[in-house]
Every structure is written in C-alpha cells, then in structure tokens.
Nanobody
Framework: QVQLVESGGGLVQAGGSLRLSCVAS????????MGWYRQLPGNMRVLVATFTSGSDSAKYDNSLKGRFTISRDNAKNAVHLQMNSLKPEDTAVYSC?????????WGQGTQVTVTS
C-alpha cells in the first residue's frame, strides 16, 4: 500500500524557515511528479511547487519562487520543500503528492503556521 508521509511542519515566526520532507513508501515503485500543494484557510488546495515527468526543472507558483525551493531524492522516493522568509500568509496545510503507477496519491498534510 502506497503511503506518502510528510514531516517538518510546525510553528515559526515571520522571517523564519522550515523544511518539509515527504517520503513515498510501500511496494517497489518509482514515484513521479512529486510535489507540494497547500490549502490556505477557507481556500482550495493550490500548487506550491512540483516536479513533472520528463523534466529536471521544477514548476513553482510564481509568487513563491525565490523563497521556496523544491528538491528531490529519486533513490529514496522523497521530495523536500525548503521555505525561507516565511510570512503569516504562508500559513496553510501543506500536502505532498506523487504519481505512482498512474495513480495520484496525497499525503495527509502537515500544518505550517507562521506568526507575526
């Protein structure tokens, strides 16, 4: 059974940093299109950053590029999100996603709260 397990969320003051990690575990597989979305209070889930199949470069929400950096470890089916210069408006539930054997999976989400 495929599981995406996130870690690294928490409470941070504005201007601080957090690093989120996500590992896809289960049977032997390759996790593709790994990325991060976030759901702000009262809003839909939106893209933060993601890798896409066939490309070595990542796709970002343009408003976050420069503060957030996504990276991956293919050998471990892992993806990370380094978040710097955090702002209160970055407060959200951050969810990891991956496409595995043609199916999209989601983690349960990790809360990031940025205080002013």
């Amino acid at each position: 059974q495929v599981q995406l397990v996130e870690s690294g969320g928490g409470l941070v003051q504005a201007g601080g940093s957090l690093r989120l990690s996500c590992v896809a575990s289960g049977s032997d597989f390759v996790a593709n299109d790994m990325g991060w979305y976030r759901q702000l209070p009262g809003n839909m889930r939106v893209l933060v950053a993601t890798f896409t199949s066939g490309s070595d470069s990542a796709k970002y929400d343009n408003s976050l590029k420069g503060r957030f950096t996504i990276s991956r470890d293919n050998a471990k089916n892992a993806v990370h999100l380094q978040m710097n210069s955090l702002k209160p408006e970055d407060t959200a539930v951050y969810s990891c996603t991956a496409v595995i054997n043609g199916h999209r999976y989601w983690g349960q989400g990790t809360q990031v709260t940025v205080t002013s």
